[in-house]
């Protein structure tokens, strides 16, 4: 009651006092934003405290999440590194087992060696103990036969009533029989020996041979004089500034040498193919007349062709007149570029076909094939027309071309062997041996004279019959081979080995001959009886 009647009479004041209104109006607005701003703060404080307590919360949630990923990742790391350890431990344990097991090995192994060192050492004191006795009987034995021995020398003086001299005679008699034989088995030693550097020895000659005799030896084989009609001619050869000869040089492979000598042009080449194109075509060049580069690569390429059908002409003519079958065209060019090689003066090709013709008739005697005969001596001296290009003799050369383009394996022995190279091994080889020896040791057929090869045949049988024990000698082969006989009587074997050896360096000293020749001593027992 007091309340109510409390309201009106203020607002009674109020409405008395318009500026109190006005006053209290302000005063409550402004506690009343007071009040909201206090409201407001006090929200935003609240919704702060929210935010802290919040993010407090997330933090200590988000710090106990770490906390368990590092522990985690601690108990990982422990674990992993704890089985790495156990790892390595394990691998170092098998390491170790492995090892132990190698010593223990090892041990054994060296075990076992000693106990063998000591079974050897004690087999070897064994045999050294046996070697000692042996030793001491053998002194015994040798001192008992001295005795022996004396006893019987005393023995035999009184029974053979021989002097002290005497039997020294008789005695210095076999020593002198047993030293001929130690000095037989002493040559043959030597000879052994000195075969082992004789081919060595001997190419290191012939190179130093060749090497001071390489001018003279190679003027007649490796040049051609070419006649010329006039200086005028010899003037176009040469062209102007030396044009002509510089471009003849080029087609033919050959140097051309323009010297003072009159009426002549000396062509130098060591192959004879290119050599003879050069002369051919360096005369038809003299006969046109018209030298100038165009012409001298025209004329040298037509004879260049010419050059190659006669080649092949040359070898076709040779397989048709011995009967034989085609060859490889290889083999036939390499046959028909013989006709323009020489040895001693005698053409390859003819000396080829004359040597197969030999060996037809030696295999018909035989009873052997006549045509694998002939064709084995018809190539035996083809690597002749290879030995300016290869390495290594002729006969090596010629077989492994024949090898190459399928001759059959006894021709191709055959050639390898005509020089005994290697060791004939088939009737082919030593047939293609001896017609080839045939057919270039006989008269006239290497630029000898019919005189002075009688002459030779004469000297060598002199020779060895002016040795004491000689019946009767022969010169065979056409001189490569001596066939001697001597009386058994008079010389015995040893005897006969040396007397060839010493009618060999008679030969060597005394006989010029090509080649090699063979000395044959030959002593025969012969016992007779007649039947009546």
């Given at each position: ?34 009040l ?15 935010k ?25 790391l ?9 790892k ?21 192994i ?23 006795k ?25 029974i ?50 060749i ?49 003072d ?11 004879p ?65 013989l ?16 040597v ?74 030593f ?102």
């Open positions: 009651m007091e309340h109510s009647e409390a309201i009106p009479s203020i607002v009674k004041l109020f409405s008395y006092s318009p500026y109190l209104w006005t006053s209290s109006i302000v005063i409550l607005g402004f506690l009343l934003g007071v909201v701003l206090f409201l407001i703060h006090q929200r935003k404080f609240g919704d702060a405290q929210r802290v307590d919040l993010m407090i919360l997330e933090t200590k949630k988000e710090t106990d999440l770490m906390r368990k990923e590092v522990d985690l990742e601690s108990k990982n422990i674990f992993k590194t704890k089985a790495d350890l156990e390595d431990l394990t691998a170092r344990r098998d390491e170790l087992t492995l090892m132990e097991k190698r010593v223990i090995s090892k041990e054994e060296l075990e076992k060696k000693v106990n063998s060192l000591d079974k050897k050492e004690s087999d070897l004191r064994a045999k050294e103990e046996h070697f000692v042996k030793e001491q009987n053998m002194n015994e034995a040798q001192n008992s036969i001295q005795k022996v021995l004396e006893d019987q020398r005393r023995q035999l003086l009184n053979a009533h021989l002097s002290e001299e005497e039997a020294k005679q008789q005695i210095l008699k076999n020593l002198e029989s047993e030293l001929e034989s130690d000095r037989v088995r002493l040559i043959k030693k030597m000879e052994t020996e000195i075969k082992l550097q004789a081919e060595k020895k001997a190419r290191n000659i012939l190179v130093l041979s090497q001071r005799q390489a001018l003279d030896q190679c003027q007649d084989h490796a040049t051609k004089l070419v006649p010329i009609p006039s200086d005028e001619m010899k003037g176009r050869i040469i062209g102007r500034e030396g044009r002509n000869i510089r471009a003849f040089e080029h087609a033919c492979g050959c140097d051309v040498i323009v010297d000598t009159p009426d002549a042009i000396l062509i130098s080449c060591f192959d193919v290119r050599r003879y194109i050069a002369r051919t075509a360096l005369e038809i060049l003299m006969l046109d007349g018209r030298v100038h580069p165009a012409r001298i690569e025209e004329v040298v390429a037509k004879v260049r062709r010419e050059t190659g059908n006669m080649i092949r002409e040359g070898a076709e003519a040779a397989v048709a007149e011995l009967g034989l079958t085609q060859m490889h065209p290889e083999i036939m060019k390499l046959l028909g570029q006709q323009f090689r020489t040895s001693y003066g005698q053409e390859q090709l003819k000396h080829s076909m004359e197969s013709q030999l060996a037809g008739v030696m295999a018909a005697e035989l009873g052997v094939d006549v045509k694998l005969a002939k064709r084995a001596a018809l190539l035996h001296d083809i690597g002749k027309a290879l030995t300016h290009e290869i390495e290594g003799s002729h006969a090596m050369i010629g077989a492994d071309f024949c090898k190459k383009y399928g001759e059959s394996a006894d021709v191709e022995h055959a050639v390898r062997a005509h020089h005994r190279d290697v060791e004939p091994r088939t009737i082919f080889a047939i293609v041996d001896a017609a080839d020896a045939m057919s270039g040791g006989r008269p006239g057929a290497r630029s000898k004279t019919e005189a002075s090869y009688i002459q030779r045949l004469e000297k060598i049988e002199e020779i060895c019959m002016s040795f004491r024990g000689v019946d009767r000698s022969y010169a065979v082969q056409a001189g490569r081979d001596v066939r001697i006989f001597v009386n058994p009587s008079k010389i015995n074997d040893n005897q006969a080995l040396l007397m060839a050896r010493d009618i060999t360096r008679r030969i060597e000293n005394d006989v010029q001959f090509p080649g090699q020749i063979k000395v044959s001593v030959i002593r025969e027992s012969r016992a007779v009886e007649f039947a009546h």
